[in-house]
């Protein structure tokens, strides 16, 4: 018989990166920048969601780091449009972890005070787990996914400060059953507001906006972090 070893685990794998993630969202703070970890699916109009956001910013400067696993397609069209944006490539990593946005801040300039959005990789799962320096998590969802997301993926909606609900344009066309949605939405979190949003008909995004700056302004809200 194998000889069996009991080991105690006395700290926590995500320890270091939490240490610099609260360093980064200490130094932003310094800064008056607002960070807001952008997560959501792939697919679902993250980079478009922010472009919209970003028109109705009245208050802000807007920064963006930007998460990929290959490519500089989305930091090329927000650059494109005035906005200074850090690319991140991950090269097969499924989510950006608080050393490498603390790299991204490093080489970064922030001249005004604003809001700094950090568009995660497109994925549900592992960005959820790691925080990244952000004083929100804004959680993008889209009815084209179907409305059982919340259930399958419970962490994310459990941790998003504001949920955004895209293509609502669409949702003629869809199956997707709101009711089941918020049911299983609410189950997780019953304080997060849920802003529907259309990048067609430009609905919602002035309310993300308003959100948004309110928040940043609210120095209480900022810098504190719920244990995972």
Request: glycine content about 6%; proline content about 5%.
């Amino acid at each position: 018989m194998h000889d069996v070893r009991k080991i105690d685990v006395m700290e926590s794998i995500h320890d270091e990166n939490d240490h610099i993630a609260a360093h980064v969202r200490d130094y932003l703070t310094e800064k008056d920048i607002f960070s807001i970890n952008v997560m959501g699916a792939p697919g679902i109009g993250k980079t478009t969601v922010i472009k919209h956001i970003i028109a109705e910013l009245r208050e802000r400067k807007p920064y963006v780091i930007e998460g990929d696993i290959e490519s500089d397609i989305d930091a090329r069209a927000l650059r494109a449009i005035g906005v200074k944006t850090f690319q991140i490539n991950t090269f097969g990593a499924c989510h950006l972890d608080a050393p490498l946005v603390h790299n991204a801040i490093g080489n970064m300039e922030f001249d005004e005070k604003g809001v700094l959005f950090i568009e995660n990789i497109g994925n549900l799962v592992c960005p959820a787990e790691f925080r990244i320096g952000e004083h929100a998590l804004m959680l993008i969802c889209s009815v084209t996914e179907g409305s059982d997301k919340p259930y399958k993926y419970p962490l994310a909606f459990e941790r998003a400060d504001l949920i955004l609900l895209n293509k609502v344009d669409l949702t003629p066309h869809l199956d997707f059953d709101e009711s089941f949605f918020m049911k299983g939405l609410r189950a997780l979190n019953k304080e997060a507001p849920v802003i529907k949003l259309s990048c067609k008909t430009g609905e919602g995004f002035a309310a993300a906006a308003a959100w948004i700056e309110t928040r940043a302004a609210a120095p209480a809200k900022r810098g504190t972090e719920p244990p995972l």
